[in-house]
């Protein structure tokens, strides 16, 4: 089992910067694929980023030039760097992460909350 915890999110200004953490825990052999989503109130879930195993990134076209995914693969950690926050991106943030044991499960985390106030 692989247990994703994320964290960073809070309430910030439009315009504001905020940085999310999602690490991954347990039996994470080889974790391939980690992707941030988004879930804004009545809102479908919205694919934000994601970042291969090798460090290759897309983006959804909404946060090019204001978000930035990356990780650390010795912690097995994904990060979401969010600038020039919009009231608009309100939302649930969720991370998720491919992991191959044998074979290849994706596992979600609980979710953070950002606020951002007009």
């Known amino acids: 089992q692989v247990q994703l915890v994320e964290s960073g999110g809070g309430l910030v200004q439009a315009g504001g910067s905020l940085r999310l953490s999602c690490a991954a825990s347990?039996?994470?052999?080889?974790?391939?694929?980690m992707r941030w989503y988004r879930q804004a109130p009545g809102k479908q879930l919205e694919l934000v980023a994601v970042i291969t195993s090798g460090g290759s990134t897309n983006y959804a076209d909404s946060v090019k030039g204001r978000f930035t995914i990356s990780r650390d693969n010795a912690k097995n950690t994904v990060y979401l760097q969010m600038n020039s926050l919009r009231p608009e991106e309100t939302a649930v943030y969720y991370c998720n992460a491919d992991v191959t044991y044998v074979t290849t499960s994706r596992y979600w985390g609980q979710g953070t909350q950002v606020t951002v106030s007009s």
């Open positions: 347990g039996s994470s052999s080889s974790i391939n694929a």
